[in-house]
């Protein structure tokens, strides 16, 4: 399988730089945009699949890589199928919460398990839809290695679940039942680095064009530093925020702070305070540590991606990303939100443009051995619902 | 049309062609004929039915690309010269391309989106969410309002210090205003008596349980027709089924706003929530007031008494913020920063309402 590659590798064994490109226009994307509002909202949303279908069709249209074009070719009809079987899970989902914690919990459970089969599925419908220079992408990840990539989960479900049958009363729960409600939170903060780290290592070791495959490279220690610094970051902003709204409101009035016998144990005014000083903490913390983290992992990702013949590097700067970040929210605020499609592209624009191609085989030397198998397209729509983004 | 363009594509347009097997492009040229797309280049010829073919949407911006069922594809450079001989081989965009390419339609589908936005919002949404509620068993509310009650226990509520028999007095006394309502339109409640950490207050769950707190029964000095205005505006949620109505409301807001912001950000997508619920649960406010007034004419109770409790409510209040030059509520709500948050309609226009309404009670007893 691999033999038209060794030989092409070693005819053309000097490197090829292949740029990124991205040519989208952000008033261009903006009349899609509005125009697929509209049909949505008439369509009552059955129009979603199409409008998703014709974002992502432009972008791809305009991601050229060494030049050359990226293509899209989901069929809108059968990503509405799966659109209706998942919103109905979905719905499923987000009502049985709200009846008992048991009907919750069973629907998380249910949701969790099925969770790395729809990402598998997601996957392989996503990139046997995608092509560069008419040859499809694959992805080989199996349904197993979906599965062994979500292990980290396990641990803070075992806590809950000692919790669970340590007790012997639920009524009256012991002082270490809550308690370890803190440990099951810092576990799963814990494990969490591990568990993007697999899941990235699932996506980046099985990429496929056609049959030159993608291993990832980074490791777990890596990742764990990432997570370290990008927490630093985040904790930067949010103690001073933190400190001058306490400050503003023990200065303001320190005689309506907590005040029994008031209608209510917090003022309007003071509600607003904190509200408006939670929103200030949360939206600093997401304007710095968000691009920070993204541009930190993007960089690691896709610079760790690559095999013997072909490897990515990404330059992704936290700087010109923060300051476009920062633009766009202020942006976005000022025009009430119809700045949002020129803040996708331009944002498209920055992380695609900071990766390069480097390849030892010549593009035009790929061949094809054998058409991708299309996967489901439910597992697209979860993907949309459930909240796993393939990302870039 | 562009007549030079014409002459150019009238022979065919030139493209690369990547037929989807190598990754390496071959100089094409396509033709349109007879609804059937013909390639033909150095050593070969292809014949694509043109109906199978994924064109390109035309765009302001970008090069030509399209693609064929079994991933070959055909693209071009110059975005002009294509869409001159699209149209000079017959075929035309479709309606939407066209929209998108227009800012005029673009303009008028922002003002239709605005208009019909409002219009969902302000009529679609609360009739819908009525219809739905309607057509939910009324088991749903009840075992919606029991999850309730338990997690607020938890958190917030303490079993109640009232004595028994005050708790059945007070019971009582709404029981008895009740009676005058005609058979049949009260809907299944059960008070519920706290003490709690939130000070004075009453609301009701889905399902009929309503809930009290001993500091509001203390703010009022136990009096039980105060008691029974204030559970006849909560009956009036419970009668509406507010609490799951609220619910289909914020469902719905939370879906479209993060489909419309996509997965930008889910803190932009949570302030059209906020806002939107705000105005909402006033609205129900509004309908609880009015219902608490019907119970309350039909009982034989001035709804002069709710007057009383704003005007408790609001003494407690004053020492709070007796050291600022105002009211910390008149100056917070009055603004239209305090309007849009909060969750109920100003105490003066409440004040207002049940003022009138007591009028309207004396001229007609």
């Known amino acids: 399988m691999y033999d038209s590659f060794s030989k092409a590798g070693v005819q053309h064994s000097e490197a090829h730089h292949l740029p990124i490109e991205f040519t989208g226009s952000g008033s261009e994307y903006f009349r899609m945009w509005i125009v697929n509002l509209l049909l949505m909202f008439v369509t009552l949303g059955i129009y979603y699949p199409w409008a998703k279908v014709r974002r992502l069709r432009y972008f791809h249209a305009n991601t050229l890589v060494g030049g050359e074009p990226m293509g899209f070719h989901a069929d809108p009809k059968k990503m509405l199928k799966g659109y209706f079987l998942v919103g109905v899970l979905f719905a499923l989902y987000s009502a049985a919460g709200n009846f008992s914690a048991l009907t919750g919990f069973l629907a998380f459970v249910i949701v969790a398990a099925i969770w790395p089969a729809l990402l598998k599925s997601s996957m392989q419908f996503r990139l046997a839809n995608t092509s560069w220079r008419g040859l499809r992408f694959h992805f080989k990840g199996s349904v197993g290695g979906a599965y062994r990539a979500v292990v980290p989960l396990f641990v803070p479900s075992l806590v809950i679940l000692a919790a669970v049958v340590g007790v012997d009363d639920a009524n009256k729960p012991p002082v270490w039942y809550f308690a370890s409600l803190g440990v099951v939170v810092l576990v799963t903060l814990a494990v969490f680095p591990w568990l993007l780290w697999n899941l990235k290592q699932y996506q980046h070791n099985h990429y496929a064009l056609p049959s030159l495959q993608t291993t990832f490279k980074a490791t777990l220690g890596s990742f764990y530093k990432l997570f370290l610094k990008a927490l630093g970051v985040l904790l930067l902003p949010i103690g001073p925020v933190a400190a001058l709204s306490m400050g503003v409101v023990l200065l303001g009035n320190s005689t309506f702070f907590f005040n029994a016998t008031s209608r209510s144990a917090i003022s309007p005014a003071m509600a607003l305070t904190f509200l408006f000083a939670g929103f200030a903490a949360v939206a600093t913390a997401l304007v710095i540590a968000r691009p920070y983290f993204t541009a930190r992992l993007q960089n690691l990702v896709w610079t760790r991606t690559g095999n013997v013949s072909l490897r990515f590097i990404s330059d992704l700067r936290f700087s010109s990303l923060l300051w476009l970040i920062i633009k766009n929210w202020l942006l976005v605020i000022l025009t009430f939100g119809l700045y949002w499609p020129f803040a996708a592209v331009a944002v498209a624009r920055m992380r695609l443009e900071a990766i390069t191609v480097k390849t030892r085989v010549d593009p035009d030397t790929l061949v094809s051995q054998m058409r991708a198998v299309e996967g489901e397209a439910a597992g697209d729509v979860a993907g949309d619902l459930f909240g796993l983004d393939i990302g870039l | ?365």
């Not at chain 2, 703010?219 to 009956?235: M, N, Q, S, Y």
């Not at chain 2, 704003?310 to 603004?335: G, I, M, Y």
């Open chain 2, 1 to 365: 049309m562009d007549l030079t363009a014409t002459a150019h594509v009238s022979k065919g347009l030139a493209a690369s062609y990547f037929d989807g097997v190598t990754a390496r492009a071959q100089a094409a040229t396509l033709r349109l004929v007879a609804g059937d797309l013909i390639l033909t280049g150095e050593g070969f010829e292809r014949c694509v039915c043109a109906s199978d073919v994924q064109w390109p949407e035309r765009t302001r911006y970008g090069l030509r690309v399209a693609h064929f069922a079994d991933g070959g594809s055909v693209q071009c450079a110059d975005a002009a010269l294509w869409d001159a001989w699209r149209q000079y081989s017959g075929q035309s965009d479709s309606w939407v391309v066209k929209a998108q390419q227009s800012w005029r339609s673009v303009l008028v589908s922002l003002l239709l989106l605005a208009l019909l936005g409002t219009a969902v919002y302000q009529w679609g949404l609360p009739w819908a969410a009525r219809a739905l509620v309607a057509a939910t068993p009324q088991s749903v509310d009840s075992s919606l309002g029991q999850a309730s009650l338990s997690a607020i226990d938890e958190s917030l509520m303490q079993p109640s210090e009232l004595p028994l028999d005050e708790q059945a007095r007070l019971s009582a006394a709404f029981a008895r205003a009740l009676a005058a309502q005609p058979v049949g339109t009260v809907p299944v409640w059960q008070l519920v008596f706290r003490k709690s950490r939130i000070g004075p207050n009453a609301f009701a769950l889905p399902g009929g349980t309503m809930v009290m707190t001993d500091e509001m029964v203390t703010l009022v000095g136990a009096d039980d027709k105060v008691i029974t205005a204030v559970f006849a505006h909560e009956l009036g949620h419970v009668r509406h089924r507010h609490g799951l109505r609220m619910l289909v409301q914020a469902t719905v807001i939370a879906g479209v706003s993060s489909v419309v912001l996509g997965d930008f950000s889910t803190l932009q997508a949570g302030v059209p929530l906020l806002l939107g619920q705000a105005s909402y649960s006033r609205d129900a406010e509004k309908e609880a007031d009015a219902e608490a007034v019907r119970i309350l004419q039909a009982a034989g109770i001035s709804p002069g008494v709710m007057v009383t409790l704003f005007e408790k409510l609001a003494a407690e209040n004053k020492p709070a913020a007796s050291d600022r030059k105002d009211s910390v509520d008149s100056t917070a709500q009055s603004s239209w920063l305090g309007i849009a948050f909060a969750s109920h309609p100003s105490d003066a226009d409440r004040i207002a309402y049940f003022k009138q309404a007591a009028r309207d009670f004396q001229e007609k007893s």
